[in-house]
């Protein structure tokens, strides 16, 4: 499957991610399978508000908090990753 195949390559390019767009489905596996020192941008697509709960508690409480901005859209993510 395409989403473990890019888990099993977060860990080695973490460092070199600037912003991920994700659907929510998606969401928890991605953000947490490695830490993202030059992250500054996320797009959540298709997000519900028990995922946003999570979220804004996990970024509150973590290295994160203040480093990016936030976008919540309420359609199709695009068919590629960006890095």
């Known amino acids: 499957m395409m989403l ?3 888990l099993q390559i977060l860990p ?3 460092n070199e991610i600037k ?17 993202y020192p030059n992250l500054y941008d996320l797009g959540l697509y298709n997000i519900d508000a028990k995922s946003i709960q999570y979220l804004l508690t ?8 203040n480093r ?4 919540f859209i309420h359609s199709p993510p695009p068919s590629t990753f960006r890095s």
């Open 68 to 71: 990016f901005s936030l976008k």
């Open 19 to 35: 912003w991920l767009d994700l659907h929510s489905s998606s969401m928890k596996d991605i953000l947490c399978a490695a830490d």
């Open 4 to 6: 473990d195949r890019f």
């Open 12 to 14: 080695e390019i973490h």
């Open 58 to 65: 996990v970024f509150y409480e973590s290295s994160y908090q």
